[in-house]
């Protein structure tokens, strides 16, 4: 590995004197796992992808194989959303997971390799890519696009013989909201892609909501974090005008902080003192954004599950069930479970059922394509 205080030359921006077709494989070294059970053979991979407002950009993520002697044809690919890890430094899971183990998600991605499935974990635009941070926190768009075309770059590996792999997504908290938006984006961004269903838990459907809520609190840093990821998501809307200078200096500082880090440094700290308003998250292009944000205006044409801990203090149990609601008024194939449990306590109760359905999904034939439903606006 590389030594955490240098620049690993792996994840250096290629310069795009091209523009790629979103999945093409940029770069790829074969990595070891060690601290990950159940795990084969494994890629690093810098791949093209596309930023919410469909603009060419480099992205990293890890595809791994599962430690299995004989599989009857290409193994399913599980597309696996992490948790938010951080805006920037040496966070991206694709490195952690190429580490000694100090990826906290290994349990998880461990139980879907003794499937026999292959994994392939996003970092996320943004983040584990030198120069290109920070990492695009909160924005929809861009996590389904990491997510989609990650997938079509693991069909590529020749090593997989995977080009007609069917897919399932799978994620937690922001990681669950990636899989719910690759699910809502899948028609009409990657339609040629196979997947049959995504399980997502605790997912943060609106993202107005839950700012508003943490902003402040203990829970204070996420609030930081997803004014910087979504203002990187918006290059084009003033999203950072309502700053004083000390609010911009926090900024500049906070950009390069993984999640315990943020969530440390800004603890029961409020955003109103570093801005021109006390409540910015109502300023005119901060409601625009935010609104625009909100998960449940398109319907997935494949099958979701899912769940939420009824004792949730981060992302409560009543933005689970709104989404769940509005997915049934749009006729969407779902399932709901609620587990009397914590945020952390139900990513650990939840796990098994949503293997569970995922593998139910992938049992499924792939569903004849209709219509192409419109697509959302996106970041």
Excluded: K
Excluded at 65 to 71: F, H, K, Q, Y
């Amino acid at each position: 590995m590389t030594d955490p205080t240098t620049v690993d030359d792996f994840y250096r921006s290629p310069a795009l004197d091209f523009t790629p077709y979103p999945g093409e494989i940029l770069r790829r070294r074969a990595v070891a796992t060690p601290g990950l059970h159940g795990a084969n053979r494994a890629w690093q991979l810098v791949y093209a992808s596309r930023t919410g407002l469909r603009a060419p950009i480099p992205a990293s993520g890890i595809v791994i194989t599962p430690d299995i002697a004989e599989l009857a044809g290409p193994s399913p690919i599980l597309l696996y959303c992490p948790v938010f890890h951080g805006l920037g430094g040496r966070c991206a899971p694709s490195q952690l997971l190429a580490g000694e183990g100090t990826e906290p998600e290994t349990g998880f991605i461990a139980t879907a390799l003794e499937r026999g499935w292959t994994v392939a974990v996003p970092d996320g635009l943004g983040l584990g890519m030198t120069g290109l941070g920070p990492h695009h926190f909160l924005a929809g768009g861009a996590a389904a696009h990491a997510v989609l075309d990650l997938a079509r770059a693991a069909r590529a590996l020749p090593e997989l013989g995977a080009a007609q792999a069917p897919c399932v997504a799978w994620g937690y908290a922001d990681g669950g909201r990636a899989a719910i938006w690759a699910a809502e984006q899948h028609p009409v961004y990657a339609p040629e892609l196979d997947l049959r269903g995504v399980a997502a838990g605790a997912v943060v459907a609106d993202p107005s909501a839950l700012i508003g809520e943490i902003d402040g609190g203990p829970w204070a840093g996420l609030a930081v974090a997803g004014l910087i990821g979504l203002s990187r998501a918006y290059p084009h809307l003033p999203m950072r005008h309502l700053l004083t200078d000390e609010g911009h200096a926090t900024i500049e500082r906070a950009q390069e902080l993984d999640a315990a880090e943020l969530l440390l440094a800004y603890r029961n700290t409020a955003l109103g003192p570093w801005c021109e308003r006390q409540d910015p998250w109502n300023d005119p292009m901060w409601r625009y954004a935010l609104a625009n944000e909100t998960s449940g205006r398109v319907a997935p044409q494949v099958p979701v599950h899912l769940y939420h801990g009824i004792e949730d203090v981060l992302v409560p149990v009543a933005m689970g069930r709104h989404l769940f609601a509005e997915y049934r008024t749009h006729g969407v194939d779902l399932s709901w479970r609620e587990y009397a449990s914590s945020h952390i306590g139900a990513a650990t109760d939840g796990a098994a059922e949503a293997v569970a359905r995922l593998a139910n999904y992938l049992l499924r034939r792939p569903a004849a394509a209709g219509p192409t439903p419109p697509a959302p606006q996106t970041t």
